[in-house]
Every structure is written in structure tokens, then in C-alpha cells.
């Protein structure tokens, strides 16, 4: 890639779900940073970790499934969460419109998609607020939750027979 980046064919090259472990290792050997990363970001996995090592590094997070992803449960707890209906409410906004506009607090590029014309342009009508500082804390509140947990891919009907231990980042729940 840095080949092709080199020769014009490409404007920037960027990864897609690394951790800061394997960013460390890509960095220690590449000659050309990758511009973006890739990764699951929304207020219930909030990357906080990983985005303080990008912002640090220069690379910008490119957040996808904004909005969250059913859990296991079935439920998507980004869209029904009770904190950002609250704060949705008393800002006259949508869930979604606060979840974006928290992703774009944060620094983030964001991955919408939708169909859609109304939610388009609901999406777009992120720029002209801000949260306030007490609605953040509130957001940091919202308990954690990935999309796909290691238990899932490891399981007997997981994708996954074994996985690199060593690249897993801990954070607390």
C-alpha cells in the first residue's frame, strides 16, 4: 500500500479494527502512517483507550455502527439507551442525532448509512449544537458493549477457533 501511495495511485492508506497493540507494531516498521482507522464506536463502546493513542499518532478514527448494533439480546442499546433518550429529549434531538454529534465531539469520521431520505438529513443536522459537558459525563455513564464479544467468536458456532490473547486490550465494564 505504501507503494501504491507512493506512486500516486492512492491518496492516503488506512486500517480497519487495529488495535493500539497492532497499530504499535505496524508503526514500529511502516514508513507511511496509516490516515485512518477503522474500528466499532458508539457511546456504548467508546474506544476511549484507542482513540487517545490515535489522536496522539495522528490518525483519525473512523467510527462505524454509530448507532450501535443489536446485542445479543436483540436490543439495541445505543438507540434505546435511557441516558441518550434523556439528553435527546431535552435537546429536541433524535438518539441517533446524539450519538453522531457525540462520535463528532470525539474526533471521529463517521460511517451512517440509511436509505432514507428523512434520516439523511436528520444525520446531517448534527453541526449547528453542541453537548454540554454535563451531557458527556452523563454518556460516559452508558455501560459497555461491543457488537461481537470474544465468547461469541470462540463459541462452537463462532467464526473463531482461537485467538492471538495478546491482542486483546482489557478495558473495564
Given at each position: 500500500m505504501e507503494e501504491c501511495q507512493r506512486l500516486g495511485l492512492t491518496?492516503?492508506?488506512?486500517?480497519?479494527?487495529f488495535t493500539t497493540?497492532?497499530?504499535e507494531e505496524l508503526l514500529a516498521f511502516?514508513?507511511?502512517?496509516p490516515?485512518?482507522?477503522?474500528v466499532e464506536m458508539n457511546p456504548s463502546w467508546r474506544q476511549q483507550k484507542l482513540t487517545e493513542y490515535c489522536a496522539q499518532k495522528g490518525i483519525i478514527i473512523t467510527a462505524y455502527s454509530p448507532l450501535g448494533g443489536q446485542s445479543m439480546s436483540g436490543r439495541n442499546l445505543v438507540l434505546t439507551s435511557d441516558v441518550l433518550t434523556e439528553i435527546a429529549n431535552a435537546k429536541g434531538k433524535s438518539v441517533a442525532?446524539?450519538?453522531l454529534r457525540w462520535l463528532y465531539e470525539q474526533g471521529a469520521s463517521i460511517v451512517v448509512k440509511s436509505f432514507k431520505k428523512?434520516?439523511?438529513m436528520e444525520n446531517i443536522e448534527i453541526?449547528?449544537?453542541?453537548?454540554?459537558d454535563e451531557e458527556r459525563l452523563k454518556i460516559n455513564t452508558?455501560?459497555?458493549?461491543?457488537m461481537c464479544t470474544v465468547e461469541v467468536m470462540l463459541s462452537k458456532e463462532g467464526s473463531l477457533t482461537s485467538v492471538d490473547l495478546a491482542d486483546i486490550e482489557v478495558v473495564e465494564i
Open positions: 491518496k492516503s492508506i488506512g486500517v480497519s479494527n497493540k497492532k497499530l511502516a514508513k507511511i502512517s490516515a485512518v482507522n477503522q442525532q446524539i450519538s428523512e434520516r439523511l453541526f449547528n449544537w453542541e453537548l454540554t452508558i455501560p459497555r458493549h461491543k
